[in-house]
C-alpha cells in the first residue's frame, strides 16, 4: 500500500523554524521526484520545492528565496522541508507528493497534509 505521511507542521511565530518530514512506504523512492505543495485559505495548490529521484535536480518556488531547504534521507525513505525564517504568508497545508520523472509535474501519490500556521 502506498502512502506518503507528513509530519511536522504546527503553529510559529514569523521568523521562526519548523522542519517537515514525509515518510514514504509502499513504493521505490529511487524512481520518483518527491515534491512539497502547499495550498493557503482561499488560494489555489502551488509547488514549494521539488527533489528529483537522484537527487542532481532540485527546484524551490520563487517564493521561497533561499528560506527553505528540501533533501530526501534515502535510507529511511523520508523527505524533509526545512523551513526557516518563516512568514506568515507561508500559512497552509503542506502536502508531499510523489512524481515520476525528474520534475515533479506527473504526481502519482499524494500525502494527506501537514497544516502549518505563522503568526505575526
Known amino acids: 500500500q502506498v502512502q506518503l505521511v507528513e509530519s511536522g507542521g504546527g503553529s510559529v511565530q514569523s521568523g521562526g523554524s519548523l522542519r517537515l518530514s514525509c515518510a514514504t512506504s509502499?513504493?521505490?523512492?529511487?524512481?520518483?521526484?518527491i515534491g512539497w505543495f502547499r495550498q493557503a485559505p482561499g488560494k489555489e495548490r502551488e509547488g514549494v520545492a521539488c527533489?528529483?529521484?537522484?537527487?542532481?535536480?532540485?527546484y524551490y518556488g520563487d517564493f521561497v528565496r533561499g528560506r527553505f531547504t528540501i533533501a530526501r534521507e534515502h535510507g529511511k525513505n523520508v523527505v524533509f522541508l526545512e523551513m526557516n525564517n518563516i512568514e506568515p504568508e507561508d500559512t497552509a497545508v503542506y502536502y508531499c507528493?510523489?512524481?515520476?520523472?525528474?520534475?515533479?509535474?506527473?504526481?502519482?501519490?499524494w500525502g494527506n497534509g501537514t497544516s502549518v500556521t505563522v503568526s505575526s
Open positions: 509502499g513504493f521505490n523512492l529511487a524512481y520518483y521526484a
Open positions: 507528493a510523489a512524481s515520476r520523472g525528474l520534475l515533479c509535474v506527473d504526481i502519482k501519490y
Open positions: 527533489i528529483s529521484n537522484t537527487d542532481g535536480n532540485i
